[in-house]
């Protein structure tokens, strides 16, 4: 089946930039791309009431002209493009989660208005990140873009989530006809105080962990290059303080981040809690959350 891509829409800053990323995906892809506005009702909320007591709501007839003009850009941007666009009734997580079900990937922006303000930074956020049913790419209006021709970064733990992540991370790095650079993020070295005994115990644990992370990267390259022969692959180490750290820092030279929801060690609830606040406010290029198509 020949999925969509689908981008939220609300004629936000944030969501433009999302609008113009989700357009690259689908030329690259050779897909279709569905600008998608969902609406609420504007009255009933803030009070004892239930919106839909009142009907269904009515597409707004500026945010129908809004769609229209965004597609309009896109399609003289971007050779072609087949773009659609429509308002769906709804709050704009289930919207989003719905319109998954049938796309290859979903593209929204950090911030946004209406229904997707606070995209992925609170309730629907979470909502989107636990439950799409494919691919979602989150992309910040101050780094749209990343660095075009940089790398696709994946963050690997050996945990079966980062195992989705590395092979969609590698898709899109082929796609991009681009590197795919796999990220083990580790502990900082301990200091040593000049001990014998603590000096040798300090080298053991590190010999340890080099070669726990050198057998890591080596079973996900070997993973990747089962599934993806024409991908360039590298393999990139990396110590900090967190892992949230070391993945943004990362970032810095690529063209795209890419996660997995779920994950062991500082992995665990990467896209639920501190760590993906950190990668999704802060990385230096889009950030691709990994999901299986289901």
Request: a negative charge; charged letters at 15%; hydrophobic letters at 45%.
């Amino acid at each position: 089946m020949n999925r969509p891509v689908v981008v939220g829409v609300d004629g936000s800053p944030a969501s433009l930039a999302a609008a113009e990323q989700a357009a690259h995906a689908a030329v690259l892809r050779g897909a279709s791309l569905h600008l998608v506005h969902g609406y609420l009702h504007p009255l009933g909320y803030g009070v004892p009431l239930n919106p839909y007591d009142l009907g269904v709501p009515a597409p707004s007839q500026e945010a129908q002209r809004m769609l229209e003009r965004t597609a309009a850009e896109l399609t003289d941007r971007w050779s072609g493009l087949t773009v659609q666009a429509r308002q769906v009734a709804g709050g704009a997580g289930a919207t989003l989660v719905e319109e998954s079900r049938r796309a290859d990937l979903v593209v929204v922006g950090s911030r946004g208005l209406g229904g997707f303000a606070g995209l992925l930074l609170g309730s629907v956020g979470a909502q989107v990140a636990a439950h799409a049913h494919c691919p979602v790419l989150v992309v910040r209006p101050e780094t749209p873009a990343g660095r075009p021709d940089g790398p696709v970064l994946v963050g690997v733990d050996g945990s079966p989530a980062a195992g989705v992540a590395a092979d969609q991370a590698a898709a899109e790095a082929v796609r991009r006809g681009v590197p795919l650079v796999l990220v083990h993020v580790g502990p900082t070295p301990p200091e040593r105080d000049g001990a014998d005994t603590e000096q040798a115990d300090t080298e053991q644990a590190e010999a340890t962990y080099r070669a726990h992370a050198v057998r890591l990267l080596a079973e996900a390259s070997a993973a990747v290059r089962a599934d993806h022969p024409d991908v360039v692959l590298r393999e990139h180490p990396v110590r900090a303080v967190g892992v949230a750290q070391g993945l943004v820092e990362a970032s810095a030279t690529a063209s795209v981040l890419a996660v997995g929801t779920r994950g062991r060690g500082g992995f665990t609830g990467l896209l639920l809690g501190s760590v993906s606040q950190a990668v999704v406010q802060h990385a230096h290029c889009p950030v691709l959350v990994a999901h299986p198509y289901r």
